[in-house]
């Protein structure tokens, strides 16, 4: 049974359409992330699914019960903030406890739920302090025992981890990633981090300016993304995009003098000089062995070991590429080198329509 | 630079201030304490020393306690409603609606008006003939006929002290306002996503961020209220049979009416006491309410 269903839900603010008809439905215990930049609509969709913002168009049902117009509380949700929202003048004890608190419950049992929460949470040593009095990693495990001692339907997070520093960041994520698969919970997670949203997604919806652009599992995402954008948005180094166009079957790199075959479906479908975008991830390139093919010449500019693997900055023609090497690698800059790729990372897009193909 | 001659260039740099203050503060307080020992006139004598006297005589006479009374009166509730009254105005000016910033820039006007003139106004609103109060309460049927607001000794307090509301609510709602805004909008969401009804809201959430703000809103207010003068006598003049009349309506009646300076300037000295008495207990408040957060 789905836990939360969207159904074309549209918000006009103004002129301006923030969401353009959105669907969407969720299992419970799915972890959806909202995956895009800043002004997609991503967290208006979220505070739409919230109650803090009633959408202009369309249904959104929670527990098949449609909760349009129906106040933020009585919506079996629970939410966590950005900046955390902890009340500055309550101690972390009762921060957690003020939803139970007003929904009366009584104070034995709400004492009992707020240590339950503190204790997954690993913040029982912090319940008489204030929110002042913590560090920012401490006050987001507040502001998840918050929603947590709640038991909600659906948990939404907008982006939580963005005022954290890079390691706690991590640390963070692995630990929500825990309560996840610990406690099964249905989850709504707004970020415009891909790393996140990767690693934390059941399914991911990709936005922009209003729509949901891909909506699929991590792996679907970044193996088969349906649109440039998509391909663009997801994996760090991103997609190499190289212009090419179609010639006597195979792909062509524009400005140069490099061929790549195509797949029997791609040629047979496409137009001869159809203009195309050849998205390769860096991490699906390595250093051509003698013979190799498909295999293309660039010229090796820039050289740069990350630890992990050495990042290639080079140029196919006139066009800039993206490789992500063994940090072994035998290439310096300044050479010129072969590289190759399997035909199955080819990512062929219409350079038109910005669709796959 | 030596810094012997940093601090004397700073004392030759505040040297013209401290002159001018002495000369309209200090020399004026100093000379008023000695008044308050004698039993000078305005015009006419110096007055001779009488030491304790007239102290003595203000805390016995029935007029300083009952003009006491009053201003306690007067300034407790006063101050109470224009708390009240400010702090609902900032809550409804702090909601998004159409014509929020006329209404916002409206409000200030009944602050920003001269005192004289609002107690011009009132007074018309009052009037016993013509008022439009009577005209209101009757049209409504709430009133049989006309009666005297101002011109009742059991009702020209509270006159009074509805003007002085009226008058003075816009600087509470002002600051409190001011504080609204910080009250950061996530803060307000998640009270909403808890479950927190308006009240509630209000109460655990809203309240603690306005407390500070509203406390020096309090202090202010009370001080002014204490001394207050000018409204009353616009409109009253501390009439009718003194049920309005305040401290310092007192302290100018002797000084200036019945011309006893001396007793005069131990009354105005009084005043000043209490004033500082009150100003020197809300600092202390203050410094709790701000160590506490």
Redesign the interface.
């Known amino acids: 049974m789905s836990a939360l269903d969207i159904i074309g839900v549209r918000k006009r603010y103004g002129t301006v359409d923030t969401l353009k008809g959105i669907d969407l439905s969720l299992d419970s215990g799915e972890f959806l992330v909202l995956l895009g930049p800043s002004g997609c609509g991503k967290s208006t969709l979220l505070n739409i699914i919230?109650?803090?913002a009633e959408p202009t168009g369309g249904d959104v049902r929670i527990d098949d019960r449609s909760v349009v117009g129906v106040?933020?509380?009585d919506r079996d949700?629970?939410?966590v903030?950005?900046?955390?929202?902890?009340?500055?003048?309550?101690s972390v004890e009762r921060n957690i406890g003020?939803?139970l608190e007003?929904?009366k419950v009584p104070a034995a049992e709400r004492a009992e739920a707020v240590k339950t929460a503190a204790k997954i949470l690993q913040i029982e040593n912090l319940l008489e302090r204030r929110p002042s009095e913590l560090s920012g990693g401490q006050r987001q495990r507040v502001a998840i025992g918050?929603a947590l001692v709640?038991n909600p339907q659906v948990f939404l997070f907008d982006e939580p981890l963005s005022n954290l520093d890079a390691k706690l960041r991590m640390e963070m994520r692995t630990e929500l990633k825990r309560l996840h698969q610990m406690l099964g919970t249905t989850v709504v997670y707004v970020t415009h981090d891909q790393i996140e949203a990767m690693t934390l997604a059941t399914r991911i919806a990709v936005m922009r300016n209003g729509q949901i652009e891909q909506l699929a599992t991590p792996a679907e995402i970044y193996e088969r993304p349906t649109t440039l954008y998509v391909a663009g948005f997801v994996g760090s180094p991103s997609m190499n995009m190289l212009d090419a166009h179609i010639a006597d079957g195979v792909a062509r790199i524009d400005s140069s003098d490099v061929v790549i075959p195509l797949p029997y479906e791609t040629s047979a479908k496409g137009r001869p000089d159809q203009k195309l975008v050849l998205g390769i991830r860096p991490e699906s390139l390595r250093l051509a062995s003698d013979g190799e093919a498909p295999a293309f010449e660039a010229n090796v500019e820039v050289v740069e070991l990350t630890g992990p693997e050495l990042v290639i900055s080079a140029t196919v023609g006139q066009q800039r590429i993206t490789a992500s090497l063994s940090p072994k690698s035998d290439i310096q800059a300044g050479t010129r080198r072969r590289f190759a790729l399997d035909a199955d990372a080819l990512h062929i897009f219409d350079k038109e329509t910005e669709k796959r193909l | 630079m030596s810094s012997s001659w940093i601090n004397t260039r700073a004392w030759l740099l505040m040297l013209p201030l401290l002159i001018v203050m002495v000369a309209v503060i200090g020399w004026p307080l100093i000379d008023t304490v000695r008044l308050s020992f004698t039993d000078a006139k305005l015009v006419g004598t110096s007055g001779n020393f009488v030491g304790f006297d007239n102290y003595l005589k203000m805390l016995s006479n029935s007029g300083f306690q009952r003009a006491f009374l009053t201003t306690t009166w007067f300034a407790v509730i006063s101050v109470t409603a224009e708390m009240v009254v400010g702090v609902a105005a900032a809550l409804l000016l702090n909601q998004q609606f159409y014509g929020r910033t006329v209404l916002r820039a409206l409000m200030i006007l009944p602050w920003a008006l001269p005192t004289v003139v609002n107690a011009t106004l009132w007074r018309l609103i009052y009037n016993p003939e013509y008022g439009a109060l009577n005209a209101a309460l009757t049209q409504i049927g709430l009133l049989d006929a006309y009666r005297s607001w101002l011109g009742e000794p059991g009702t020209a307090l509270a006159a009074l002290i509805l003007a002085d509301t009226w008058k003075n609510f816009p600087l509470v709602a002002l600051i409190a306002l001011a504080a609204l805004q910080a009250v950061?909008r996530?803060?307000t969401?998640?009270?909403?996503?808890?479950?927190?009804?308006a009240w509630?809201r209000f109460r655990?959430?809203i309240l603690?961020y306005l407390a500070g703000p509203l406390m020096v809103a309090l202090v202010l207010r009370t001080i002014e209220a204490f001394k207050v003068f000018d409204i009353i006598w616009v409109m009253t003049r501390g009439g009718p049979a003194n049920s309005t009349r305040t401290l310092s309506i007192l302290v100018y009646q002797e000084a200036f009416s019945f011309q006893r300076a001396g007793s005069g300037a131990s009354l105005a000295l009084m005043v000043t006491l209490m004033v500082t008495v009150l100003a020197a207990i809300y600092a202390t408040v203050i410094r709790k309410t701000a160590g506490a957060?």
Not at chain 2, 189 to 197: H, L, T
């Open positions: 919230a109650g803090l106040h933020p509380k949700i629970a939410m903030f950005q900046s955390y929202a902890l009340y500055p003048n309550m003020f939803g007003m929904r918050r709640r | 950061p996530d803060i969401s998640a009270a909403m996503v808890d479950g927190a009804g509630s655990f959430v603690p957060n």
